[in-house]
Nanobody
């Protein structure tokens, strides 16, 4: 089993930057594609960014492309999401997810393991 825990959320002014972290325990992440999803109040959980198990392929939602960047360090069992030029629309609970596959997926149902979420609030 894989346990995921997010950290790094908080409050930031619009235009600011923040970095979210996901740490895994239980197993190494070598064979797991990973992703970030977010969910705002009253909205469905949506894909933010994904990364394959090697960390050499990433994908981003149109809403964050060019502003967010995703990377992982399998030697440390960590993944981070660097968020720049933050907007109020980025406000949500952000979830780390993993699946036992080399390939990331934009559908939340594809992921087996989830963290508890970390809140990001972007104020105008």
């Amino acid at each position: 089993q894989v346990h995921l825990e997010e950290s790094g959320g908080g409050s930031v002014q619009a235009g600011g930057s923040l970095r979210l972290f996901c740490a895994a325990s239980g197993h190494t992440l070598n064979n797991y594609a990973m992703a970030w999803f977010r969910q705002a109040p009253g909205k469905e959980r949506e894909f933010v960014a994904g990364i394959n198990w090697r960390g050499d392929s990433t994908g981003y939602a149109d809403s964050v492309r060019g502003r967010f960047s995703l990377a992982r360090d399998n030697s440390k069992n960590t993944m981070y999401l660097q968020m720049n030029s933050l907007k109020p629309d980025d406000t949500a609970v952000y979830f780390c997810a993993a699946r036992n596959s080399p390939f990331y997926d934009a559908l939340p149902n594809a992921y087996t393991y989830w963290g508890q979420g970390t809140q990001l609030t972007v104020s105008s």
